[in-house]
């Protein structure tokens, strides 16, 4: 695979001054955990690594294997090769809800949506997603139209009995009827969570996962802390939605799957479980949604 396929980070290309330097390395994790989303096609930072670099990074932290995810046709196409090329990665493809719109009214919805459909038999893609409903950065003329294509992308997750991975913002009451109203697939997850701690009990008794990822250590984000403590310990996952939502204190520099340990960490502080047990926690509901690879 050509590295030159990997698009590069638009993070910051509002003029804004970044740091492009990568943070320094954590202590590795006691027990292995995997990054259950990360955007390894999309580049970052000022090192040029390569994928194979950043996988030993990561490995090095304890965290040996991660959920590619490629949310729309480009990097869908990249994630089917990437999982061939690399034994620790699994994959996840769809179209996120902010492509949706616009490929909906150029009429190329059914064909990109056809096409996701043919890279999720790949046996290791075990995910459709991201998929959801983004009304941040959607307006409201254009929500219906979001919301065709993520119902397609749930009875497509359930009928190749594969994982849902839901990217939701500003939508939660939304995302929750949707997905009573098809009915959600057996192993559903809420990556990056964003709700309260009320929405975090809604979805524990709903059997979905919560997945948390750096923004968990964020000084403005006790709200999602609150949701952390109410969710029930056994649907725990960690993410880095890399390479976004770096942790504290390396906020707005690169984030990589090597950093993990920085939001585990900051996870089994919140919750007051000592820190081998929540690795053990959450590599349990990593295997019960993907299986093993
Ligand atoms: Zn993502």
């Not at 983004?134 to 979001?146: C, G």
């Not at 979905?208 to 999602?224: Q, V």
Request: net charge negative.
């Amino acid at each position: 695979m050509s590295e030159a396929t990997r698009a590069r980070s638009g993070e910051g290309a509002d003029g804004r001054r970044r740091e492009l330097a990568r943070p320094p390395a954590p202590e590795p994790l006691p027990l292995p955990v995997v990054d259950n989303h990360t955007h390894l096609d999309i580049e970052d930072g000022d090192d040029l690594a390569d994928v194979e670099e950043l996988l030993a990074r990561a490995a090095a932290a304890g965290v040996p294997r991660a959920v590619q995810i490629g949310c729309d046709l480009p990097a869908a196409r990249w994630t089917v090769q990437a999982v061939d090329e690399h034994p620790q990665l699994l994959g996840g493809v769809a179209l996120h809800p902010n492509e949706v719109p616009a490929l909906a009214e150029a009429g190329e919805l059914d064909a990109a949506v056809a096409e996701i459909a043919e890279l999720a038999r790949h046996p290791r893609v075990r995910v459709v997603g991201e998929t959801g409903l983004d009304h941040f950065r959607t307006p409201p003329e254009q929500w219906h139209l979001q919301e065709d294509s993520f119902r397609r992308h749930i009875r497509l997750a359930k009928e190749l009995g594969l994982a849902l991975q839901i990217h939701d913002r500003d939508a939660h009451d939304d995302v929750l009827r949707v997905l009573a109203e098809e009915g959600a697939p057996e192993r559903t997850v809420f990556h990056c969570f964003s709700g309260d701690a009320a929405m975090a009990r809604v979805c524990g008794d709903a059997g979905y996962y919560l997945s948390f990822a750096g923004n968990i250590t964020f000084k403005n984000a006790g709200e999602l802390r609150e949701a952390l403590r109410a969710a029930p310990r056994d649907r725990l996952l960690v993410e880095t939605d890399a390479p976004y939502l770096t942790p504290a204190p390396h906020r707005g520099r690169p984030n990589a799957s090597y950093l993990v340990p920085v939001t585990v960490r900051a996870m089994a502080e919140v919750t007051g479980t000592d820190l081998e047990r929540m690795c053990h926690l959450l590599q349990c509901a990593t295997e019960e949604v993907y299986g093993t690879w």
